[in-house]
């Protein structure tokens, strides 16, 4: 865990609202180095999100840097953002994201289809990773025919399907029972412990969080403070 995967260098955002500037971001420093399980915590309007998507190359900075693997990445368009996502970073949704029209094998299948990977291939790593998550007889049900922890494990599925290195979890419980929450939170323990995936989970449930092996603290768009359990 030496080398940072995702460094954020004193990183502005700035969102103009007519003539109102928000600045949700205000000089973040992050480092998250490969390997870790980096849970980031804040009350609503703290930044986080927004945090998240610098994180994800979702969106680019109005001043400072974002180095992902050591490259630069503040001012890449759109495209160029989009193929770093498809191939190095996996994304869970509180709301899961998936396309009711498909089925949870079409919707795992989804992410490489972007990425060139050939029918066959898709079809075989989708239903490997269905059987993982534990949806090995749940390949053809649409998303309105599966529970909420299973929708969910779907989307970590998904989130799997180019073998990213860096997994993204914004409050991947939020919307989840208890004991379909702590299954979740299980499997990305599970991920991070033997696959060694890079975890980011950004949640408001400081039990939650100390789940992670460090926890950064957000206010007012800054790290306040930083603990490593």
């Known amino acids: 865990m030496n080398q940072p995967i995702i460094k954020l260098d004193k990183v502005w955002k700035i969102y103009r609202m007519g003539e109102v500037e928000v600045a949700a971001l205000q000089g973040l420093d992050l480092e998250i180095r490969s390997g870790e399980f980096v849970s980031i915590m804040g009350p609503s309007g703290s930044g986080k999100s927004t945090a998240m998507n610098m994180i994800g190359c979702l969106d680019v900075p109005t001043k400072g840097k974002i180095l992902l693997k050591g490259q630069d990445i503040s001012?890449?368009?759109?495209?160029?953002?989009?193929?770093?996502?498809?191939k190095l970073i996996g994304f869970i949704f509180q709301q899961f994201n998936l396309i009711n029209t498909l089925t949870a094998i079409e919707n795992v299948m989804l992410p490489m289809t972007f990425q060139g990977v050939p029918e066959e291939e898709r079809r075989k790593k989708a239903t490997e990773l269905l059987v993982m998550v534990g949806l090995g007889e749940r390949l053809y049900h649409r998303p309105s025919e599966l529970s909420g922890g299973q929708q969910q494990r779907v989307a970590i599925a998904r989130s799997l399907s180019n073998d990213p290195e860096v997994l993204l979890a914004d409050e991947p419980t939020g919307n989840?029972?208890?004991?379909?929450?702590?299954?979740?939170?299980?499997?990305?323990?599970?991920?991070?412990?033997?696959?060694?995936?890079?975890?980011?989970?950004?949640?408001?449930?400081?039990?939650?969080?100390?789940?992670?092996?460090?926890?950064?603290?957000?206010r007012d768009g800054k790290i306040i403070k930083s603990v490593k359990r």
């Open 176 to 218: 989840l029972d208890s004991k379909s929450g702590d299954n979740v939170l299980s499997f990305l323990k599970k991920l991070n412990k033997e696959q060694g995936k890079t975890i980011v989970m950004v949640t408001h449930d400081e039990e939650l969080a100390k789940e992670a092996s460090r926890i950064e603290y957000l």
């Open 75 to 86: 001012n890449l368009e759109e495209s160029d953002l989009a193929q770093i996502r498809g």
